[in-house]
Nanobody, 117 residues
Framework: VQLQASGGGSVQAGGSLRLSCAVS????????MGWFRQAPGKEREFVAA????????NYGDSVKGRFTISRDNDKNTVYLQMNSLKPEDTALYYC???????????WGQGTLVTVSS
């Protein structure tokens, strides 16, 4: 499976962005999908995950209430709506598809989000 993340960019604090992750190679409905991020000099951090059906979601504590993950299996695409962005949200955001663990999943190339104060 191949993943192509897009939608990153520069925004001021309090703004919004929507990231997209296009899945190809196999239907996205085969996978649990997630988003991780990595800021410069920091470890990779879990952001959000969504079950194959979309009925279950999970979020990292730092983004709860501000970010929303969703998926459209007909379009083989997963989204991350990010609202009320903060400078500490600045990072490279990766989408991941997995049938087991994140470490054994397929990772996209990342899209950069920069939030200025």
């Amino acid at each position: 499976v191949q993943l192509q993340a897009s939608g990153g960019g520069s925004v001021q604090a309090g703004g919004s962005l929507r990231l997209s992750c296009a899945v190809s190679g196999r239907p996205s409905s085969s996978y649990v999908m997630g988003w991780f991020r990595q800021a410069p000099g920091k470890e990779r951090e879990f952001v959000a995950a969504i079950s194959w059906s979309g009925s279950n979601t999970n979020y990292g504590d730092s983004v709860k209430g501000r970010f929303t993950i969703s998926r459209d299996n007909d379009k083989n695409t997963v989204y991350l709506q990010m609202n009320s962005l903060k400078p500490e949200d600045t990072a490279l955001y990766y989408c991941v598809a997995t049938g087991s663990s994140w470490s054994r999943g397929s990772w996209g190339q990342g899209t950069l989000v920069t939030v200025s104060s």
